[in-house]
């Protein structure tokens, strides 16, 4: 996985999409997720677009678009049961799947060891 400074984790699936959501850290800090609007599948998103709102007890965040591409599975669950994100935000509480354009930005962003280094 790869992380963004924006509080994003990336996956790299075998198929080339790649599934993003926020790390635990960003879901603790917001505390408990009340609200989450998600882009809509076959949506085109470009990197650093608002392609999420999320809103919490404490806080409303846009989450961005950390590449280029097409959204081809949102995670339908959490629109449901936002506090699925709360409980495993690195695992089943996942925003969507994205087709990139690209793959080559992904070198930009921190692997695990760097994100814990930002986060302190």
Do not use: C, Q
């Not at 996942?94 to 280094?117: H, I, N, Q, S, V």
């Amino acid at each position: 996985m790869k992380y963004t400074e924006e509080h994003e984790w990336i996956r790299t699936e075998d198929d080339g999409t790649v599934v993003v959501g926020i790390t635990n850290h960003a879901a603790n800090e917001l505390g408990d997720i009340v609200f989450i609007e998600l882009p809509e599948e076959g949506d085109e998103m470009t990197k650093d677009d608002e392609v999420v709102v999320i809103e919490s007890v404490k806080a409303a965040s846009d989450i961005l678009a950390p590449l280029d591409g097409e959204v081809v599975e949102v995670n339908s669950a959490i629109v449901d049961e936002p506090g699925k994100i709360n409980e495993d935000a690195e695992g089943d509480g996942w925003f969507f799947r994205l087709k990139p354009a690209d793959l080559a930005p992904m070198e930009e962003y921190m692997d695990e060891a760097g994100y814990k280094a930002f986060i302190g």
